[in-house]
């Protein structure tokens, strides 16, 4: 996923902040894996391949300010680990919400595109008045390769 530079400089510059090769160079580590839910480590790994001189603090810190302005979203997948992906405002990160389902056995966690939830959304702002502007779904379960084994479990 390409990122609009020109975009995220103005948004930099509209909140007054510096526009850095690093920040930018974290947005894009970040967008250059759009399937991954990356680790700071992970994010700073992938920036240093590319420019050695970037520091961990730096990474963590622009990873902060990213967050901050919703270009990015922390999610917790209860593994030990915070992890960061695109996120959906300004136009830069995801078009679409997005959901995880995650293996209770092996771990795998596999994003859902289809966001079934927009109608239900749609009858809170009718029925409530209350305007959803984001949600987090995360579902548990088995994924293709561990169900099998946990129904040939549940059978014996």
Known sequence: MAVDREQFKK????????VTKQRLL???????CPEEHLTAEEIFDLV????????????????Q?????????????DDGF???????????GQKHHHHHLICMKCGRVISFRDDLLEELESKITDTVGFHVVDHEVKLYGYCVDCGGDFIEEKRE
């Open 11 to 18: 948004l930099l510059k509209e909140n007054g902040l510096r």
């Open 26 to 32: 974290v947005l894009e580590a970040i967008a250059s």
């Open 48 to 63: 240093k391949a590319g420019y050695p001189e970037i520091g961990l603090a730096t990474v963590y810190r622009t990873i």
């Open 65 to 77: 300010m990213l967050n901050e302005l919703h270009l990015i979203d922390r999610i917790n997948f």
């Open 82 to 92: 915070v992890r960061y992906e695109m996120g959906n405002a300004h136009g830069l």
